[in-house]
């Protein structure tokens, strides 16, 4: 059974150079996903932005062909970040704050980048 | 008491946070209490430690000393560390630039820091 690696993604849009941690960020989930590794992303704070917005990054809809199927976000980044909810594409999965611990218990391991 | 196997994954430049002394001293008292250290793994910006320079910084001499004092692999990510002026001797030829990685240090790919987390490892994130 593979390991499950959570890989936590806060990168602030507006920080410089943003954009570059953020793709790093899912290259690191693309590369160890490729090497059997079971990953999951959890896109938190304003990088929400980048991730589901109207300028979505387009590598996230390659995430699955690298079986990185699992992609997560907070409610409340939502609702901080988004005027009115943006239409999700159908591997986000959206969790409630008191959700975070269980996610993090469903994983072996857990990484922060951005 | 249990031992652990941990692996190390540093981020943020040494000039501008304490990530990587404070993973230098995680592994000194790591160490100390009998754990082993399976790695220690670059990524971000942390990998401009891996740059030769004309001034040797401290971070950069205690990384290679615990290295040699404990047969701990100092590995970088390839692609982070290129984009941020790292040449390692096939790099070197493919471009013809001169090599500037810091004897001790590898360019690694994402395959190294997936092998860490296969052997179950115990993950410690040093971030900026």
Known sequence: ?114 | MNISTFAIVVHGSAKTCESHQSAQNFISAAKKLGHSIDSVFFYGNATSITIQSSRVCTVQKNWLKLSKQFQIPLQACISNAINRGAVDSQHAEETGKAVNLMDGFTLEGLGALAESIHNECRIIEFGA
């Open chain 1, 1 to 114: 059974m593979s390991t499950q690696l959570l890989i936590i993604i806060d990168a602030e849009t507006s920080k410089p150079k943003a954009s570059t941690y953020l793709f790093e960020a899912i290259d690191a989930a693309m590369g160890v996903a490729a090497f059997g590794v079971t990953t999951s992303i959890l896109f938190m704070g304003d990088c929400v932005k980048s991730a589901v917005g109207d300028d979505r990054i387009k590598i996230i809809n390659a995430l699955e062909f690298y079986d990185v199927e699992n992609l997560y976000i907070f409610e409340s980044d939502l609702d901080r970040v988004f005027d009115t909810l943006p239409l999700l594409g159908s591997q986000f999965k959206v969790l409630k704050d008191n959700e975070f611990s269980n996610l993090l218990e469903q994983h072996a391991q857990v990484l922060r980048m951005g």
